[in-house]
Antibody
Framework: QVQVVESGGGVVQPGGSLRLSCAAS????????MHWVRQAPGKGLEWVTY????????FYADSVKGRFTISRDNSRNTLYLQMNGLRRDDAAVYYC???????????????WGQGTLVTVSS | QTVVTQEPSFSVSPGGTVTLTCGLS?????????ACWYQQTPGQTPRTLIY???TRSSGVPDRFSGSILGNKAALTITGAQAEDESDYYC??????????FGGGTKLTVL
């Protein structure tokens, strides 16, 4: 079955960096776009970034543009999120999610991981 | 900046029908926004209910349906059950690969 498993969360100081990973299995990873979504404690969901199935197109929320970088390695079935210049308001559970559209395009989130917690604190 | 709007809270009686909506602060929602709906109970991972406005995700009961009603996307629960008490989030495509969530609706079944 479809599975995505995030890792890499932890505690980081303001201004610091962290790299999240998302290991995918149970589907043809190279055929689907992927997303990162986050949820601050007690708050709603926030879409963060999307990468096309082949990495050719990438989109970011304004709140992370210029600080976060999404990438993927289709040979390893793994998605990444490099987070630089972390701020206290970046603290959240970060979810990796598969898009539900095969090929070129996006139609929203399909399968979600369990999330990985990022804490930004000095 | 475009804001996706949802009712903060709603209540429904067991067995009743409720329609939650998802709008835009400065535009109408259309099928081109590929509206999606997600359900999240406290402490749990979100679950996909609806995508592309009206397509149920695999395994989702048919009491959940999506539509475009007037200038908003809508999620209707027909025959609400106690287990449907959750937070519901809509998400709209704002062009290309940019998506925006609404603030969520807390649904109470009582």
């Amino acid at each position: 079955q479809v599975q995505v498993v995030e890792s890499g969360g932890g505690v980081v100081q303001p201004g610091g960096s962290l790299r999240l990973s998302c290991a995918a299995s149970g589907f043809t990873f190279s055929g689907y776009g992927m997303h990162w979504v986050r949820q601050a404690p007690g708050k709603g969901l926030e879409w963060v970034t999307y990468i096309h199935f082949d990495g050719s197109l990438i989109f970011y929320a304004d709140s992370v543009k210029g600080r976060f970088t999404i990438s993927r390695d289709n040979s390893r079935n793994t998605l990444y999120l490099q987070m630089n210049g972390l701020r206290r308001d970046d603290a959240a559970v970060y979810y990796c999610a598969k898009d539900n559209y095969y090929g070129s395009g996006t139609r929203g989130l399909d399968s979600w991981g369990q999330g990985t917690l990022v804490t930004v604190s000095s | 900046q475009t804001v996706v709007t949802q009712e903060p809270s709603f209540s429904v009686s067991p067995g009743g029908t409720v329609t939650l909506t998802c709008g835009l602060s400065s535009d109408s929602v259309s099928t081109g926004h590929y509206a999606c709906w997600y359900q999240q109970t406290p402490g749990q991972t979100p679950r996909t209910l609806i995508y592309s406005s009206n397509t149920r995700s695999s395994g989702v009961p048919d009491r959940f349906s999506g539509s475009i009603l007037g200038n908003k996307a809508a999620l209707t629960i027909t025959g609400a059950q106690a287990e449907d008490e959750s937070d519901y989030y809509c998400m709209l495509n704002m062009g290309g690969g940019v998506w925006v969530f609404g603030g969520g609706t807390k649904l109470t079944v009582l």
